[in-house]
């Protein structure tokens, strides 16, 4: 079987304390044949001494450009990269012992062009961010298809985790926006172009995210504004599915104003979150085997729902004013 050499790129911003934790990992790896290229994107903190440091450890390029963004700091990675295959981390991740060589049987036995793979929470991460992780894929929240083989249409890497082949770079080019949905738009134009993409189950990392609860609102409400976003490029794109936290919103907002207008459609409206939340709760306490985690994440799992609807919304009125 063919060894494929591999380029891990990393786009970084003020982040070195995190991109040392994630080249630790990177040691560890059983599959060996890779290297890292990491692209500073205009730090103020920049992560020089702290990657000089793996440099008889790991084959590491270590590039400095102007803050142009993640999805454009990407791009410069491609342009260095040396490997048959690229693989993109955020810099909040940890990639488990095996990443690699998961990787390498999977393409060895069912090639594609790209691919993605889930996140995970590690073992040591904190109570929020175990609760963050569940809601982010729970069954509850997101239908359980965020990493997983279920979902709406061709699997969509995102670049938190995602694999390219070099074919993909030179046919399709690199990220044509930096942010708001960069990798669901570069996604979009792999499959157009004719690329079959796929979810590699063991390919998982440990994503970090977020350490509290306004540092999630932001993220999520981002990511429901990216979506109106990505509504620009491609029309089809936007699906029933995506708009059921909009939908929440309403909900929650028609649940509030119900006690002031129809009392027995707030009771029963107080029953509803009642039941849903318990389920959370007892989902999240049995799969995290906490109850602490488990009740953080009944916030975590509103805060999940809610922003990523506000920011629908929020994107939504910009489209409809600017036509």
Do not use: C
Not at 178 to 188: H, K, N
């Amino acid at each position: 079987m063919m060894s494929r050499f591999y380029s891990a790129i990393i786009p970084l911003y003020n982040r070195p304390d995190e991109i040392e934790e994630l080249l630790e990992s990177l040691t560890q790896q059983s599959y060996t044949h890779f290297e890292v290229v990491i692209i500073e994107d205009g730090s103020t903190k920049d992560a020089r001494e702290i990657v000089s440091k793996f440099s008889d450890k790991l084959r590491i390029q270590y590039h400095v450009k102007e803050n142009g963004g993640q999805g454009f700091a990407r791009n410069v990675g491609f342009e260095l990269a040396k490997g048959d295959y690229f693989v993109i981390f955020d810099s909040d991740a940890i990639i488990p012992v095996h990443y690699f060589q998961a990787v390498e049987d999977y393409l060895n036995n069912r090639y594609v062009d790209a691919f993605g793979g889930p996140d995970a929470a590690h073992s040591s991460f904190t109570s929020m961010q175990k609760a963050i992780s569940y809601s982010m894929t729970s069954l509850f929240t997101t239908g359980g298809i965020r990493g997983r083989e279920k979902h709406v249409g061709q699997f969509h890497p995102r670049s938190f985790n995602m694999g390219l082949s070099r074919k993909v770079y030179e046919k399709v080019g690199g990220f044509a926006i930096t942010r708001m949905g960069e990798d669901i738009e570069f996604s979009i134009r792999i499959i157009n172009n004719g690329f079959k993409t796929t979810l590699i189950p063991n390919a998982f990392i440990y994503h970090k995210r977020r350490t509290s609860l306004s540092q999630f609102y932001k993220q999520l409400h981002f990511f429901g504004r990216a979506r109106i976003n990505i509504w620009r490029f491609y029309a089809s794109e936007l699906k029933p599915v995506h708009m059921l936290p909009a939908f929440f919103v309403l909900g929650v907002w028609g649940w509030l104003l119900s006690y002031f207008l129809f009392n027995p459609l707030f009771i029963a409206g107080a029953v509803f979150f009642a039941i849903y939340y318990t389920a959370i709760f007892l989902d999240s306490s049995i799969q995290n085997k906490s109850a602490k985690i488990g009740l953080i994440s009944i916030f975590t799992s509103f805060v999940q729902l809610y922003a990523y609807g506000i920011g629908f919304f929020t994107e939504l009125k910009t489209k409809i004013l600017k036509g």
